[in-house]
C-alpha cells in the first residue's frame, strides 16, 4: 500500500546528507602517491561521498519500481489522498502496518547491502594500497 514511502524518505535523508559530505572533501584527498625507486604510483580511494551515492542510486531506483508496482495495481492514484488505503481509517491501519514492518525491513535491507559493498570496497583499497611498491 505504501511501503515505498519509507525507502523514498530514507533517499531523501541520505541524499541531503551526501550533498553535505561532497561540500567538506577535498578533491584530492582521494589520491595518495608512494614513491618507489622506479617512478611514482598513484592509489585513488573512492570518496565516501561516491559511496554514499551507491546508497541514493539503489534507494531511488527501488522506491521508484514500487511506487510504479502500486500505481499499477491501483493502490497509488492521482487524486487526494494519493493512497487509496488513507481514505478509510481501517485501511489507513493496515497502511501503517505494512509502512513499519515492510518498508523499514526493504530500507534496512538495502542499507546492510550498501554497507557490505563499501566495507568490501575499503578492503580492496587497503590491498591495493598495501600492494604498491615501497608500502609494507
Do not use: Y
Not at 29 to 53: C, N, Q, R, W
Not at 88 to 95: F, H, I, S
Request: charged share 20%; net charge negative; with cysteine.
Amino acid at each position: 500500500m505504501a511501503c515505498f514511502l519509507v525507502p523514498t524518505a530514507e533517499a531523501v535523508i541520505s541524499t541531503i546528507v551526501t550533498k553535505a559530505v561532497e561540500c567538506k572533501e577535498k578533491e584530492s584527498a582521494g589520491t595518495e602517491t608512494a614513491l618507489d625507486g622506479a617512478g611514482v604510483e598513484m592509489v585513488e580511494k573512492i570518496p565516501f561521498s561516491h559511496k554514499m551515492k551507491w546508497l541514493n542510486n539503489m534507494l531511488w531506483g527501488g522506491s521508484a519500481l514500487l511506487a510504479l508496482e502500486h500505481v499499477w495495481h491501483g493502490e497509488v492514484t492521482p487524486w487526494f489522498p494519493f493512497l487509496t488505503a488513507a481514505g478509510n481509517p481501517a485501511d489507513a491501519a493496515a497502511m501503517v502496518h505494512e509502512m513499519t514492518t515492510v518498508g523499514v525491513a526493504m530500507a534496512a535491507l538495502v542499507t546492510i547491502v550498501w554497507a557490505g559493498m563499501a566495507g568490501a570496497a575499503s578492503i580492496i583499497e587497503k590491498r591495493a594500497w598495501k600492494k604498491t611498491p615501497g608500502r609494507q
